[in-house]
């Protein structure tokens, strides 16, 4: 996707840090999500990678969409860093909701018609040296089979020149159960484009090739 303007200079590590934006994401999130890590439990698996990385840069993660409940999942599984959400515009259909759920990191999102500042919006996040996640599949799979993903998470981490973490999970079978969680190899978009301005087969292509790897994920799950 080709870009009219520079791209946002990313901030110094002290401002990253002591991000003045992200004050009522950082009260929320040390005030009320402590239960959460006790609820969880969260276990890691590495396929194809190591925890090593994971506290620095920024990146995209892309998870498959279980439950409402997933950003809590996401939250607690990278507690470590601060983590925004594409989520749907429906969400932020009130004063009090637009304020609150961006106050919270959270970026509106229009499913069928994904506008240039929504692109914009995720850059931004990601150059304060936050993370983003994506749900490829667009809305929640309430019967727990995988749908076919969408082009925006490749858009978005082409736009953004960064990396997609690939993570998948399923609920547990037991409410007391340990929420295991895999975590798969950072992905390059630009690794497998052959164009400069690749065209929209080309970038089907590299969405079926992330598919193919949450299907590993899912698989390494199974096993583990």
């Given at each position: 996707m080709k870009k009219e303007k520079k791209k946002n200079k990313k901030l110094?590590?002290?401002?990253?840090?002591?991000?003045p934006k992200e004050i009522l994401y950082d009260f929320i999130k040390w005030t009320g999500g402590w239960p959460f890590l006790f609820f969880y439990r969260v276990k890691r698996l590495y396929y194809k990678t190591e925890r090593k990385g994971l506290f620095k840069g920024s990146y995209i993660i892309s998870a498959n969409h279980i439950s409402l409940t997933d950003i809590f999942r996401i939250g607690t599984i990278f507690w470590f860093r601060r983590v925004g959400y594409v989520a749907m515009?429906?969400?932020?259909?009130?004063?009090?909701?637009?304020?609150?759920?961006?106050?919270?990191?959270?970026?509106p999102v229009n499913r069928e018609?994904?506008?240039?500042?929504?692109?914009?919006?995720?850059?931004?996040?990601?150059?304060?040296?936050?993370?983003?996640?994506?749900?490829?599949?667009?809305?929640?799979?309430?019967?727990?089979?995988?749908?076919d993903y969408k082009a925006g998470v490749i858009m978005m981490a082409l736009f953004a020149d960064c990396?997609?973490?690939?993570?998948?999970?399923?609920?547990?079978?037991?409410?007391?159960?340990?929420?295991?969680?895999?975590?798969?190899?950072?992905?390059?978009?630009?690794?497998?484009l052959i164009s400069?301005?690749?065209?929209?087969?080309?970038i089907n292509q590299v969405v079926a090739k992330l598919k193919a790897l949450e299907q590993e994920l899912a698989d390494h799950y199974e096993n583990n």
């Open positions: 110094p590590l002290f401002f990253r840090i002591f991000d515009e429906e969400l932020f259909n009130t004063k009090l909701r637009n304020w609150f759920f961006r106050a919270g990191g959270c970026i018609n994904v506008s240039l500042k929504t692109f914009k919006d995720v850059e931004k996040r990601l150059n304060r040296g936050h993370l983003v996640t994506v749900f490829p599949e667009g809305r929640v799979s309430l019967d727990g089979v995988g749908r990396p997609i973490l690939p993570v998948y999970y399923q609920k547990s079978k037991k409410w007391y159960h340990r929420q295991k969680v895999v975590i798969g190899p950072k992905f390059y978009v630009k690794d497998y400069k301005y690749p065209s929209v087969e080309e």
